[in-house]
């Protein structure tokens, strides 16, 4: 799934009846199970609308299908023709994992094109069994269809609205079905290499998110941001019973979920179990006083606060300064090759000497060899977390069931 400004020609809520109404059209004339039209986005065959059997054959609007292993591709490179009438017993289709999932006996398909001239996707009828009255004439046909269908899918507004729709079904999948799962990496003390905390990550289905930024962007987007913060939050704390003893735990939220309510009351509810509220950039902070006023409930039930990427730009290091955080946390691109940049040597000194000054923790994040760590200990820096270290991962398992005393590191 693509971020929303590289989604490209798809139709908008006005627009989506009328390609439904089309769809229905092509369906109907050729007696197919079902019809949809798909956008290209980067690798990936995004479904943008369809009618008819769609559950029997599996087809899901709004989700993105790998192009290598499309009939699509195959189409437009000539080494699928336009219309199989059996599937399986062609010798390219009956191959691919898209005859199976979507139980394709017979296919036909044409591809539309963006403002531009350039193919942008495909429209496609597909059936569960094998059709022989399929043929060149059917093609043709589903041709002036597709030419009808370009116009609705390539309005600047109609993108922005359809990407919206899309974005917002997809991230309420995820928060029905509850689909974040949480992974750790551990937070390094340098002097003896002994772990003294976690950071909590997300993690989504890669076919629905690749990556974790751009599922908390679209759900920012798509006004389900906070919703899928507090999703994550929670099965990251629901771990907390199962840190090693003498850990503390790192959870990522934004400045605009830390004013909410109820993500307050949940941090409330876990509080005093050595846990720390790491501010991201989902969001920018537009009224720092009321941001602080919330965070007071917070810092007074002793739950820490870190500050994200300082050193990378203003942002970061203006929320040092106006939110007076016990945990800064290093840049990881003034720690990449700090052992031989003299600049990041020197920039990193002064942040460590200031974050003694205020009394907070400086971490070192990113670290990804011996010689940075090494150089970070010359520096002085108390911890770090890093591919050198540890990937993020499932908690250890715990040797027992000892109560905890979760603790900052030393600052010494």
Same mark, same amino acid.
């Given at each position: 799934?693509?971020?929303?400004?590289?989604?490209?020609?798809?139709?908008?809520?006005?627009?989506?009846?009328?390609?439904?109404?089309?769809?229905?059209?092509?369906?109907?004339?050729?007696?197919?199970?079902?019809?949809?039209?798909?956008?290209?986005?980067?690798?990936?065959?995004?479904?943008?609308?369809?009618?008819?059997?769609?559950?029997?054959?599996?087809?899901?609007?709004?989700?993105?299908?790998?192009?290598?292993?499309?009939?699509?591709?195959?189409?437009?490179?000539?080494?699928?023709?336009?219309?199989?009438?059996?599937?399986?017993?062609?010798?390219?289709?009956?191959?691919?994992?898209?005859?199976?999932?979507?139980?394709?006996?017979?296919?036909?398909?044409?591809?539309?094109?963006?403002?531009?001239?350039?193919?942008?996707?495909?429209?496609?009828?597909?059936?569960?069994?094998?059709?022989?009255?399929?043929?060149?004439?059917?093609?043709?046909?589903?041709?002036?269809?597709?030419?009808?269908?370009?116009?609705?899918?390539?309005?600047?507004?109609?993108?922005?609205?359809?990407?919206?729709?899309?974005?917002?079904?997809?991230?309420?999948?995820?928060?029905?079905?509850?689909?974040?799962?949480?992974?750790?990496?551990?937070?390094?003390?340098?002097?003896?290499?002994?772990?003294?905390?976690?950071?909590?990550?997300?993690?989504?289905?890669?076919?629905?998110?690749?990556?974790?930024?751009?599922?908390?962007?679209?759900?920012?987007?798509?006004?389900?941001?906070?919703?899928?913060?507090?999703?994550?939050?929670?099965?990251?704390?629901?771990?907390?019973?199962?840190?090693?003893?003498?850990?503390?735990?790192?959870?990522?939220?934004?400045?605009?979920?830390?004013?909410?309510?109820?993500?307050?009351?949940?941090?409330?509810?876990?509080?005093?179990?050595?846990?720390?509220?790491?501010?991201?950039?989902?969001?920018?902070?537009?009224?720092?006083?009321?941001?602080?006023?919330?965070? !007071?409930?917070?810092?007074? #039930?002793?739950? @820490?606060?870190?500050? $994200?990427? =300082? +050193?990378?730009?203003? %942002?970061? *290091?203006?929320?040092?300064?106006?939110?007076?955080?016990?945990?800064?946390?290093?840049?990881?691109?003034?720690?990449?090759?700090?052992?031989? !940049?003299?600049?990041?040597? #020197?920039?990193? @000194?002064?942040?460590? $000497?200031? =974050? +003694?000054?205020?009394? %907070?923790? *400086?971490?070192?994040?990113?670290?990804?060899?011996?010689?940075?760590?090494?150089?970070?200990?010359?520096?002085?820096?108390?911890?770090?977390?890093?591919?050198?270290?540890?990937?993020?991962?499932?908690?250890?398992?715990?040797?027992?069931?000892?109560?905890?005393?979760?603790?900052?590191?030393?600052?010494?």
């Amino acid at each position: 799934m693509q971020t929303l400004e590289t989604t490209p020609w798809q139709p908008g809520l006005a627009d989506i009846a009328e390609v439904e109404r089309l769809l229905s059209l092509v369906r109907m004339h050729l007696g197919v199970d079902v019809a949809f039209v798909s956008a290209f986005v980067a690798d990936q065959q995004m479904i943008c609308a369809a009618t008819g059997a769609v559950e029997a054959m599996r087809v899901q609007v709004g989700r993105g299908r790998d192009l290598k292993d499309s009939y699509c591709e195959r189409v437009l490179s000539g080494t699928l023709p336009g219309v199989v009438n059996d599937a399986r017993r062609h010798p390219v289709a009956r191959d691919l994992a898209s005859t199976r999932d979507l139980r394709i006996g017979s296919y036909v398909g044409v591809p539309w094109r963006g403002p531009d001239g350039d193919v942008a996707g495909m429209l496609c009828c597909i059936s569960r069994y094998p059709d022989p009255s399929l043929d060149d004439q059917s093609v043709r046909y589903m041709g002036l269809i597709a030419d009808v269908i370009s116009d609705h899918m390539s309005s600047p507004v109609a993108q922005q609205r359809h990407a919206a729709v899309v974005a917002r079904r997809t991230v309420q999948n995820v928060l029905d079905r509850e689909a974040v799962r949480m992974v750790f990496q551990p937070v390094i003390r340098l002097r003896d290499r002994a772990t003294v905390g976690f950071e909590a990550l997300a993690r989504f289905d890669p076919e629905v998110f690749a990556r974790p930024d751009i599922a908390f962007a679209e759900a920012a987007r798509c006004g389900l941001g906070v919703a899928l913060e507090s999703l994550a939050l929670r099965q990251a704390l629901g771990r907390l019973p199962d840190l090693p003893d003498g850990t503390w735990l790192a959870v990522n939220l934004s400045a605009e979920a830390l004013l909410d309510a109820e993500v307050r009351d949940t941090l409330l509810a876990h509080a005093g179990g050595g846990l720390t509220v790491e501010i991201t950039e989902h969001t920018q902070v537009e009224n720092y006083e009321l941001l602080t006023g919330a965070l !007071d409930s917070l810092r007074r #039930a002793g739950i @820490r606060l870190s500050i $994200d990427d =300082a +050193g990378a730009g203003y %942002a970061s *290091l203006h929320h040092v300064l106006k939110l007076r955080p016990d945990i800064i946390k290093l840049d990881i691109s003034l720690v990449r090759d700090i052992d031989s !940049d003299v600049v990041k040597i #020197a920039l990193a @000194r002064s942040l460590n $000497d200031f =974050a +003694g000054r205020i009394g %907070a923790t *400086l971490i070192a994040e990113g670290v990804e060899s011996s010689p940075e760590g090494a150089r970070l200990v010359e520096i002085g820096v108390d911890c770090a977390q890093g591919y050198h270290f540890a990937r993020p991962a499932d908690l250890p398992v715990r040797p027992s069931s000892a109560s905890r005393s979760a603790r900052l590191p030393d600052a010494g």
